[in-house]
């Protein structure tokens, strides 16, 4: 039994490999990129799966897999011409088979209907592959109404993934009647309750004509954040079955050189050990560092040699971690489709760059802000068809989803070519909230990034798709926790561009160590661009600004760490310390005054956050050879957290004015 429950596992392993390599060329032929190699290939993962399934009895999976099957047949013979509605079909019929392979893996199964009215038009298409098609509606069972019982238990994090269980509930009303009973057993005093977690729990009774996939897509995009469980109202017993996973979520697609299949579990147990082996090694160096070179350099070179091994172990225990973000864009397609057709836009998304690959532990955090910034750019960005032809522009709108390592870091960009942000709402709302003072003077840029200020939306009714202001604050807390940054441009009428730049991995990053009075700070190397002793001629004072170095005809503002996090006894005067020129997103640089420069090392980055608590301009922490606790500094935050330092008074420079 458990040898058949193992074959049974590794069959829907490949099933999701197999669907996720079918969206990637059905998306090539439905824009007009396809040759008869990729028909071929979605031609083998319809027959894969469908004598996979055979094999186990899955009779209902195998026949619907059987029809997508005969009409790939004709396209690889030419008796049918692909076509975008043939394309389309295809698609929506690749969803269903999606969803069936969901149902199957959970022991449930759909109800009956689901997917008759495909079933028929791809039948008519074998037949009359010359006749045009009629369009196809979701399956619905028709005069049937089920009963079914949803357990919707958030996680306290929720809100924090940008979702808000009213709007869910309000979507989950539009299929049927609904009966709500709240459960307010974990709800804590009121002196212990943060308003940021998530308490309450839900038992909703719903009457649908609608297949049990049209509840299970409600809550789709909080899978990951809270407990669910539907089941048929009627059930006898008091056990509930977990709902089928979306069946949008596949792994990426199998490599074509040979591998194997390793548990996570086990990966990420090397992985910490590795990082507690790297904190053991800058110990081990700490000590050999006291030791006289002339009587102990057979052990000092051995450290040394221990050192690039274990470089060399890291870089490849990461490498096994990391996965292509294509486990992820896989995703997108089929929300994109789903909103579009809901909102009445015609819409595809271009995506390119799915094979960049990045750590798991970032990818698992990618897909509620990804997921959020597309629903924006549907529902706010692109236009409808009308508005778009009346705008000069092609009827349909086009959303850009792209992902490329640049310095040391993978950066993922969601454009689309809509209206772009209307400025004068956005800066008009934020003085309405008192977000930003009546007087105020921004120019574009500050104006764009106000759609991250919490509570600020500019729709005129709420929205069960997105809101500017409904999520868009926690996307960027979401995309900072992960130790990245997220960039706004927009041009009126033409587009917006959100461009997120991340960690390649969280566990471990080269950082050079920096010392500011008695302590010791790690700015990572990533974001280094040299360091210097300034000359007392470089340095100028800005009146309302504090100081900045001159350096090759520019002027880069300074940041004193020791006033910014309260040092004594460290060096004021960056002309005897050392300033470390870094850059941020935007190429925006900063100097940061430190004593002086510690050496390069390895650390192991451990959250701040969770062990302790919340601070501006910093991303972590680590544990140095000495066993102290050094702090990881955020460049971009430490930038936007504080102005930058008074000047110190020994200046002989005249003040500089700003214009």
């Known amino acids: 039994m458990a040898a058949f429950d193992h074959l049974r596992t590794t069959y829907f392993e490949e099933c999701a490999e197999l669907l996720d390599a079918a969206y990637t060329h059905l998306a090539a032929i439905a824009e007009g990129r396809a040759d008869d190699d990729t ?24 026949g619907f897999a059987h029809e997508l099957e005969t009409v790939l047949d004709l396209l690889r013979d030419g008796r049918l011409a692909m076509a975008a509605p043939v394309a389309a079909l295809l698609l929506r019929s690749t969803d269903t088979l999606s969803d069936l392979v969901a149902a199957t893996r959970a022991g449930q199964d759909k109800p009956p209907g689901f997917e008759d009215e495909l079933v028929e038009a791809l039948r008519d298409l074998a037949v009359h592959p010359a006749a045009p098609l009629r369009a196809v509606e979701p399956a619905v069972a028709a005069a049937v109404v089920s009963r079914w019982r949803v357990r919707f238990v958030p996680h306290a994090g929720l809100f924090r993934s940008a979702n808000e269980p009213l709007l869910i509930i309000r979507q989950l009303k539009r299929l049927g009647d609904v009966r709500v009973e709240a459960d307010l057993s974990r709800l804590p005093h009121l002196a212990e309750l943060d308003p940021e977690e998530a308490y309450l729990a839900w038992t909703l009774f719903v009457e649908t004509a609608q297949p049990r996939g049209a509840i299970e897509a409600v809550f789709e995009f909080v899978g990951d954040d809270c407990d669910l469980t539907i ?71 051995g450290l040394d040699t221990m050192s690039q091994h274990l470089r060399e172990m890291q870089e490849g225990v ?36 799915e094979g960049t690959e990045i750590d798991k532990t970032v990818i698992e955090q990618l897909a509620d802000p990804l997921t959020h910034l597309l629903r924006n750019a549907l529902d706010h960005g692109i236009e409808t068809p009308e508005e778009r032809l009346a705008a000069g522009k092609p009827r349909q709108g086009t959303i850009f989803l792209s992902a490329e390592h640049r310095g040391g870091r993978i950066v993922i960009e969601v454009a689309d070519d809509g209206r772009g942000i209307p400025r004068p709402k956005v800066l ?8 930003v003072a009546q007087d105020a003077v921004l120019n574009d840029e500050e104006i764009d990034h106000l759609i991250f200020l919490p509570g600020l939306s500019t729709s005129e009714a709420l929205s069960d798709i997105s809101g500017r202001g409904v999520g868009m604050d926690v996307v960027k807390r979401n995309i900072q926790a992960l130790g990245g940054r997220i ?29 500011v009075g008695a302590e010791s700070y790690i700015v990572p190397l990533t ?87 919340p601070v501006e301009g910093v991303g972590g922490a680590t544990v140095l050879g000495d066993g102290r606790v050094a702090l990881i500094l955020d460049v971009s935050r430490l930038k ?11 200046r002989a420079a005249p003040p500089m004015e700003l214009h």
């Open 231 to 301: 089941t048929a109202a009627t059930a006898a017993g008091p056990a509930d079955h977990p709902a089928a996973a979306p069946a949008n979520e596949t792994p990426a697609a199998l490599a074509p050189s040979p591998s194997i299949r390793v548990d996570v579990e086990k990966v990420d147990r090397l992985v910490n050990l590795v990082g507690e082996l790297v904190i053991n090694q800058a110990m081990l160096a700490q000590l050999g560092s006291q030791l006289p070179p002339e009587m102990c350099a057979g052990l000092l070179n």
């Open 640 to 650: 936007t957290a504080s102005t930058f330092s008074a000047p110190v008074e020994r």
């Open 318 to 353: 990461m490498a096994i971690r990391a996965q292509p973000v294509k486990s992820v864009f896989s995703r997108m397609p089929r929300l994109v489709r789903e909103v579009s057709a809901h909102l009445g836009k015609d819409v595809r998304l271009a995506v390119s760059g």
């Open 428 to 435: 008009a709302k934020a003085r309405d909230r008192g977000l």
């Open 527 to 613: 974001n280094i661009m040299e360091s210097l002793r300034p000359r007392p001629d470089n340095i100028h004072p800005v009146t309302g600004h504090g100081d900045v170095l001159a350096i090759r005809g520019e002027y880069v503002p300074l940041v004193y760490l020791h006033q910014r996090f309260k040092v004594p006894d460290a060096v004021t005067d960056p002309c005897k310390g050392i300033v470390v020129i870094v850059e941020s997103e935007g190429a925006n640089r900063i100097g940061l005054v430190v004593d002086d420069l510690l050496g390069q090392q390895q650390v192991v980055v451990k959250s701040l956050e969770a062990n302790y608590g």
């Open 39 to 62: 028909v071929n290939a979605v031609f083998r993962a319809f027959h894969s799966i469908k004598g996979g399934g055979g094999a186990f009895g899955f009779e209902r999976l195998v």
């Open 487 to 515: 960039a706004v441009q927009s041009r009126d009428g033409t587009g917006s561009r959100f461009q997120l730049s991340l960690p390649l991995t969280l566990a471990i990053l080269d950082g050079m160590a920096v010392a």
